[in-house]
């Protein structure tokens, strides 16, 4: 008996997981079919997605960048409709045509359409950390009540959720700890006393992973492993006392679980994001990703280490942030969006995105955590707080 065709919208399709996405369902399209894509502002690749995938919908941000690709789709005789807005996003990530929604939009802007997908009880592949981070107990009581499916696409999420008993109620009882790995960067080895000197490009020339500039900076600063400590509390309820990080450069083991054994199980692979996405789209099934397989012969070796406070100070804000009081990890998650901007704009060195984060987390703020419009207010407060820490460096 033949499956039928799975309906998908694709948040942020031109970024490096969207368009790895894309080229998934190219290749299962009796399996897939795209019902909307999203993006920013880069309207030539997301006018060439839309005229391979003909979706019904295509969304952009930008009113500008909305006008010019109707204008080129009108040109081509596409049928796909074209809107745009933050509300935009939203209708497309609820709508009862849909059933699965990769979440890719990078930082808290992907937050309300993740969390409409939630309440709508779609099957949620959430590439998006920050609606996590951000949105916390929150989004995942939003999961729960939406009666749909949360799945991590994040390589070490992806790798965690495989390794785990199928059984989420044995979790606690049968896990020690979760260990998630980082490869460490490009500055793994570099001397600490030249990160001042360290400029946007070369922070975003990750060695392993191709990447959006953002994403790359964070794991230059393993900001990125801050994040996903705690998105790995919220994804798996363990507190933040079982959680470990361990650094390991050649990225073969994308992570692992200990049980109370000692036993550990672990999830290996070539460092490809279409096999988490792939997995995502078929769970529980598996189907072709297009990723390369891992020649163990061609191994010379897999090694690990403590990650180094004095090399990364910011991953410790994971574990404060996850100890602090209610919204913490928000005003986390605005501030490095705002240190990073600054740095990869020149305004602040490399070595100063830490101070951003930490004297924002530090500081005092006003707000709840039990709706989207107190978490976002609650994401300004701590951007306005972060830029006047900026302003002063």
């Known amino acids: 008996m033949e499956k039928p065709v799975a309906s998908i919208t694709v948040l942020g399709s031109t970024g490096s997981i969207g368009t790895n996405t894309l080229d998934v369902l190219a290749r299962h399209p009796e399996r897939f079919s795209v019902y909307a894509l999203t993006a920013a502002r880069q309207v030539d690749l ?61 930082g808290a802007a992907g937050l ?12 949620l592949l959430l590439a998006n950390k920050e609606a996590l981070v951000v949105g916390g107990d929150f989004f995942m009581s939003a999961v729960r009540q939406g009666g749909g499916r949360l799945l991590p696409i994040d390589s070490e999420h992806s790798a965690i959720f495989q390794s785990l008993p199928e059984d989420p109620e044995t979790w606690e009882r049968r896990v020690e700890k979760i260990i998630l790995t980082a490869s460490g960067g490009p500055f793994r080895a570099r001397d600490i006393a030249t990160f ?32 996903e400590v705690i998105e790995a509390h919220y994804l798996f309820g363990l507190p933040a006392s079982r959680l470990e990080v361990v650094i390991h450069p050649q990225s073969i083991i994308h992570s692992m679980v200990q049980y109370h054994d000692t036993s550990v199980v672990a999830q290996l692979g070539t460092a490809d994001m279409r096999v988490p996405i792939a997995y995502g789209l078929s769970h529980p099934e598996r189907v072709v990703s297009g ?27 994971a574990w404060a942030a996850l100890e602090g009081r209610a919204g913490s ?45 107190a978490l976002l207010a609650l994401d300004g407060q701590a951007r306005q707080r972060a830029a006047s820490v900026v302003s002063a460096l």
């Open 46 to 106: 997301l006018l060439a997605q839309c005229l391979r995938f003909n979706p019904t919908w295509a969304v952009m941000t930008d009113p500008d960048a909305a006008k010019q690709l109707e204008e080129r789709l009108g040109a081509e005789g596409s049928r796909t409709r074209v809107a745009s807005g933050a509300d935009a996003l939203v209708e497309v990530a609820q709508d009862e045509r849909v059933d699965m929604v990769m979440g890719a939009i990078v």
């Open 112 to 123: 309300p359409p993740c969390l409409a997908a939630a309440q709508a009880g779609k099957r």
């Open 196 to 227: 001042a000197d360290i400029t946007p490009e070369q922070a975003v020339a990750h060695p392993n992973w191709v990447m959006g500039r953002k994403i790359s900076v964070d794991s230059a600063t393993m900001m990125n492993k801050a994040l």
């Open 291 to 317: 990723a390369s397989p891992l020649s163990f012969d061609a191994l010379t070796g897999l090694t690990f280490e403590k990650p180094d406070p004095r090399r990364f100070p910011g991953l410790g804000l």
């Open 329 to 373: 990890t928000a005003v986390l998650n605005a501030a490095n969006e705002v240190a990073v901007d600054a740095f990869l704009n020149r305004r602040i060195r490399f070595d100063q995105i830490h101070v951003v984060n930490q004297e924002t987390l530090s500081s005092s703020w006003d707000g709840e955590t039990d709706s989207l419009e």
